[in-house]
């Protein structure tokens, strides 16, 4: 719910490991280039992104692997150079979910956004298959 | 909105750091060819606004309650990525 009694984020020590840097922003949110990563484990597998610069605005991410089967996003070579990703496995993989009340959720598996798991460099890539991806694939949760 | 007539094969450079090329015109669909620099992000302008669109709607506020996953797997297997070698970036636009 996006209410204005919610809107205080426990205060979370940013660590520099949990810090994602995302020079081009999300897409819509290009002023915002630093994230950190947060979990709870009672949360899992969904994450957060929080914007560090604006503390109270975030992002739930997850991992596609926990929720779309046979997932395969195509990334072109502008995108591997841009992240300097030299394995698939040099990359962190998350897709950005969209809450709808406590009992509805959607994934965006358009729009992933990659991070080099060693340089902590990410981006928010459109992948070559985009057009065979959903914005907004229903997620099977529970209250 | 500034509108420039190209012929097959010229180009339109922009800020000095971005050449636009006309590709190939086949019909109403025409091929353009893009080169910028790595942090000039280029979208097809349709998917764009379907994933900003997607991004504001998944902003949150503080942080709400997150729902459990009706299946939860407790091992999550590493995401799969097919990185694609093409070159250069090319759009098509109807």
Not at chain 1, 2 to 21: C, G, Q
Request: charge should be neutral; charged fraction near 20%; aromatic fraction near 4%.
């Amino acid at each position: 719910m996006k209410t204005a009694e919610s809107t205080t984020l426990e205060p979370v020590p940013v660590r520099d490991e949990n810090v994602l840097r995302l020079p081009l922003g999300l897409l819509g949110f290009e002023r915002f280039k630093r994230y950190a990563l947060l979990s709870r484990p009672e949360e899992a597998p969904f994450l957060w992104l929080q914007v560090i610069d604006q503390p109270n605005l975030a992002f739930v991410v997850v991992s596609p692997t926990a929720v779309a089967a046979n997932y395969e996003p195509e990334i072109s070579d502008e995108d591997v150079r841009f992240l300097e990703l030299r394995t698939p496995e040099d990359a962190m993989v998350f897709n950005i979910v969209t809450l709808h009340g406590s009992h509805h959720a959607t994934v965006n598996l358009k729009g992933p956004v990659l991070v080099n798991r060693r340089t902590l460099v990410g981006k928010q890539i459109v992948p070559l298959n985009a057009a065979a991806l959903s914005v907004c694939q229903p997620i099977s949760v529970t209250a | 909105m500034l509108v420039l007539t190209r012929k097959l094969g010229e180009s339109i450079v922009i800020d000095g750091r971005i050449t636009v090329k006309i590709v190939r015109v086949d019909g109403e669909t025409v091929k353009v060819g893009i080169e910028a620099p790595a942090d000039v992000p280029i979208h097809r302008e349709e998917i764009y606004l379907e994933i900003q669109q997607s991004n504001h709607a998944a902003l949150t506020h503080g942080r709400p309650a997150v729902p459990r996953l009706a299946h939860k797997s407790e091992l999550c297997p590493p995401a799969k990525l097919r990185l694609v070698t093409v070159s250069p970036v090319e759009l098509t636009s109807k």
